[in-house]
Structures are given as structure tokens and as C-alpha cells.
T-cell receptor
Framework: DAGVIQSPRHEVTEMGQEVTLRCKPISGHNSLFWYRQTMMRGLELLIYFNNNVPIDDSGMPEDRFSAKMPNASFSTLKIQPSEPRDSAVYFC?????????????????FGPGTRLTVL | GQQVMQIPQYQHVQEGEDFTTYCNSSTTLSNIQWYKQRPGGHPVFLIQLVKSGEVKKQKRLTFQFGEAKKNSSLHITATQTTDVGTYFCAEYVKTSYDKVIFGPGTSLSVIP
């Protein structure tokens, strides 16, 4: 298995432009997570999906951010318009189930990340 | 709100020395996971702890879950340069929604 695939790996854009990040989860995984990592704020959960349905988007910073999962093998995170403070590494992760069942290990497998720089 | 504390924030050790990072939660946890992130890399799952007082070992790594399930520790015996990276604990929180919260991480440097 190729693991979680993210594209692009690096993105440099100018303030005000639209940015779309893409993720292909591991085949068979039912949950997908989007994270943002910065030095200041660490690793933050933005949103996660279970069976393609958004479960919790309370981590999405503001209306400029939106995420979709049209099918089990693809998700996007869009920022429109982008701002310099959005510069970060964005990780996508997937897992077989929803973490929380004591008798399971719903390991999250992270993709390589997209390093976004907004000038 | 829910907070996960990790100490220390940074640790520099001589190769061969031991290393310990601690994770503390403001509430009782159902379970906890530990991840490692190499510089420039992505978080990689290490282990999950579920039971009160649980101790698990992976070669030179020892993971422990506190009796009260409010804290956890990761201990590395005789560090090697391959241990360099940031170690995160992550807790699962069940409120109105299920939520995963990562600690701020402990960054380990190993001096050869």
C-alpha cells in the first residue's frame, strides 16, 4: 500500500489566491483527518470525516477554510482567500475506524504533508 | 477546555543517556496514543495505552499509563541518534463529538 498520499508537497502562493490541498487515504480506511502544524500552535485537528461525512469541523479556523470528501478515496482542503498566517504544514491522516473504542487501536496514518507558504 | 501538557518542551541528551517525556491531562483519559515525528517528516504512530497502570515496551522504549489515567510517560533507554525527533502524546476526547487532541510535543536532540 502506498500509504496516505497528499498533493502538492509544496505550495507557494500569494495572499488572496485560492489554495486546494488534496488527499488520498489508505484504501479501506473509513476515517480521514486534516491537521495543520505550525511552530506556534503545534498540531491542530481541523476537521475529520467518517464514511465521507464531516463529523467535527470545529477546528476549522474560519469560513475561508472548507473541506470536502466526495468519495472514500479523495478529500480536499480549500483555502479561499489565502492569507500569510495560513502558512503551515497541512497533514492528512486516515484510520480504519473512529478512535475511541477501548478494545481497538485505530491508528492514524499520516501523509507526508503539504508545506504551504502564503506570501 | 481540554488540554494536554507535555514536558519538557526540549531535551538535549548525550548519546547513550536515557530520556523521558511526560504527558499530563486535565481530565481522566479513556486511552492515549504516542507518535514520533522525525525532523521534516510526519507523525508516526508508536503505541496506544488503554488500561490504568499499563506498561508497554518496544525495544528501548517504555510507555506507561498512570494509575489515575491522567498522565503518561515515554522513556527511552540508552538513546541513539535515530531517536531524534519530536514525541507527541495524543488523547481521545469524547464530548458532543469525538475529538483527538495532540500535546505540544517534546523535541529530542541526541548529541553523538
Amino acid at each position: 500500500d502506498a500509504g496516505v498520499i497528499q498533493s502538492p508537497r509544496h505550495e507557494v502562493t500569494e495572499m488572496g489566491q485560492e489554495v486546494t490541498l488534496r488527499c488520498k487515504p489508505i484504501s479501506g480506511h473509513n476515517s480521514l483527518f486534516w491537521y495543520r502544524q505550525t511552530m506556534m500552535r503545534g498540531l491542530e485537528l481541523l476537521i475529520y470525516f467518517n464514511n465521507n461525512v464531516p463529523i467535527d469541523d470545529s477546528g476549522m479556523p474560519e469560513d475561508r477554510f472548507s473541506a470536502k470528501m466526495p468519495n472514500a478515496s479523495f478529500s480536499t482542503l480549500k483555502i479561499q482567500p489565502s492569507e500569510p498566517r495560513d502558512s503551515a504544514v497541512y497533514f492528512c491522516a486516515s484510520s480504519f475506524g473512529l478512535w475511541g473504542r477501548d478494545d481497538s487501536t485505530d491508528t492514524q496514518y499520516f501523509g507526508p504533508g503539504t508545506r504551504l507558504t502564503v506570501l | 477546555g481540554q488540554q494536554v501538557m507535555q514536558i519538557p518542551q526540549y531535551q538535549h541528551v548525550q548519546e547513550g543517556e536515557d530520556f523521558t517525556t511526560y504527558c499530563n491531562s486535565s481530565t481522566t483519559l479513556s486511552n492515549i496514543q504516542w507518535y514520533k515525528q522525525r525532523p521534516g517528516g510526519h507523525p508516526v504512530f508508536l503505541i496506544q495505552l488503554v488500561k490504568s497502570g499499563e506498561v508497554k515496551k518496544q525495544k528501548r522504549l517504555t510507555f506507561q499509563f498512570g494509575e489515575a489515567k491522567k498522565n503518561s510517560s515515554l522513556h527511552i533507554t540508552a538513546t541513539q541518534t535515530t531517536d531524534v525527533g519530536t514525541y507527541f502524546c495524543a488523547e481521545y476526547v469524547k464530548t458532543s463529538y469525538d475529538k483527538v487532541i495532540f500535546g505540544p510535543g517534546t523535541s529530542l536532540s541526541v548529541i553523538p
